[in-house]
């Protein structure tokens, strides 16, 4: 109960008019069935582009500037909700109803799986604009044996532009902090990320979905359907990996309106049964095999503009060798979709150009407390301790 009513303070509905035109909407998510916070909802600005997502308790903050403007909260598991922004009467919590999920029990034919698959990337191709920037809030935390290590966040945009050779992303980091927290002991092992900041939004570009879901790989999975009663233009398609396929395989999960083809959101993880067909390598001085990968994508369509709007990426591995190192290590990085710019974008010029794989070396460069506005991604209670406690 002292948590709950935490919450409800820490979180109240702010209305900030002063003499800036930027307002703030802040309530907390709550399933109105198991009253749980939702995490990963879409709270989006009807009229413009912005938008922001809740997090995993969640908590959501929204900056905008018209007063006359509603707000649309969805999830793909929950009814969509619609409010207007001018209602004094909107709650401090919010309820979303869940929706009613028919799972078949019937394995689907593979063939009638990759065309519905492939069909749905071609035509989410189709939509996704070609020359676009994508401003961003991006953050990446590393933890080291179960303790946190690393903490790192910044307002980044990618410019991007596609054609039919290629893909061009440009990326610059407008703000940025870097905590380095003093949990390592001399005894544990520090690497390098392998989530790639500057390639962190390649996924905008849709048909790169291909590269995840190998139409040469269909015959190692079994494939089920999810179907949502009050909701029928909603499907998700599960790729398991088979038992008996002694690979490294990831199960995946691709939810797509059925009318319009359209990609909503994806799921990718590496289950249990096929990690520990994971392949050793070696990194520097010690061996490594990955643990756990996962991945959840969300694309939505905001005032015309189908596009990428968040994306999470989990890369946990055990690494090793014959002396004291033997541990865990988990690399988490987060990306939201704070605004989009559609047409010809100018470029930044190569020396603005950000140049390293991980956001923490860019260090502390900032002029404002862009993680209290931007409609970045809030953090949790147990994010914030971490952070104040340094």
Partial sequence: ?????????????????????????QAVLINSVTHTPIS??????????????????????????????SVRISHIEYETLDLCLSDKVIKKEIYLTPRNIIL????????????????????????????????????EFVKNNGQYSKFSDGLVDYTISISKKKTKTTVTVKESRAIKLDTLKEEEFSINSPLDVRRAANIYNVSK?????????????????????????????????KLEIEEELLEKKITL??????????EIHLPASHAQYAKTVNILVAKAQTIDRKMRIIYKENNSIYSL?????????????????????????????TDIQ??????????????????????????????LSNNSLLLTDEEEKIIKGL
């Avoid at 109960?1 to 909407?25: A, C, D, P, T």
């Avoid at 794989?357 to 862009?370: A, D, E, I, V």
């Fill in 1 to 25: 109960m002292k948590i709950r009513l935490s919450l409800i303070l820490l979180y109240s509905i702010v209305w900030n008019f002063g003499f800036s035109q930027e307002r703030n909407f």
């Fill in 40 to 69: 990963l909802a879409s709270i989006s600005v009807t009229k413009s582009n912005i938008g922001t997502i809740s997090n995993k308790d969640g908590a959501f903050k929204l900056c905008y500037s018209d007063l006359n403007d």
């Fill in 104 to 139: 078949s029990e019937v394995n689907v034919k593979a063939m009638s799986a990759q065309d519905l698959l492939l069909t749905a990337i071609e035509e989410s191709s189709k939509k996704i604009e070609t020359n676009v920037k994508l401003s961003t809030y991006y953050r």
């Fill in 209 to 241: 979905i291909q590269q995840l879901i190998n139409k040469d790989d269909f015959y190692k999975f079994n494939f089920k359907l999810v179907e949502f009663e009050n909701d029928p233009e909603l499907i998700t398609i599960i790729l398991s990996p």
């Fill in 257 to 266: 309106n059925r009318n319009s083809y359209l990609i909503q959101e994806i």
């Fill in 309 to 337: 709007f968040y994306i999470s990426r989990d890369f946990s591995m055990h690494f090793w060798n014959n002396k004291k190192v033997d541990g865990r290590i988990r690399f988490l990085s987060d990306l939201i979709v």
């Fill in 342 to 371: 559609v047409g010809q974008i100018e470029e930044e010029e190569k020396r603005e150009r950000y140049k390293h794989k991980s956001l923490y070396k860019r260090g502390n460069q900032f002029s404002t407390k862009f993680w």
